[in-house]
């Protein structure tokens, strides 16, 4: 993942999985420090332009709830329905555990 977490800056998205290279990119839309993030992203498939209606966007919200900490993913999709999530793809594997792994070295 690269960022430098300013509202309006790129944000890019950059995984490997079977000798397949995955990239995506978007911008940083809100962002709050170590509880949310929000960012349009673009997952490039043959049948998608690199166009703003073919983007969604991703929020990610860290909260405290007693002893734990919570975290709620959010995706928000207005692409029409014949784009259709393939539920093999693991970019969203990729991005989950690279925010694991800055939130728990503390770099965000």
Known sequence: MITDWKIGSSIKFHSEYNGIIYEQWGSILEFI?????????????????????????????LETQDDTTVLTVTQEDPRQSEVEHNENDESGKAILEGLKKLVETQII
């Open 33 to 61: 420090p170590q509880k949310y993030v929000k960012y349009s992203l673009f997952a490039p498939r043959p049948d998608l332009e690199d166009k703003p209606e073919n983007y969604f966007s991703m929020a990610y919200q």
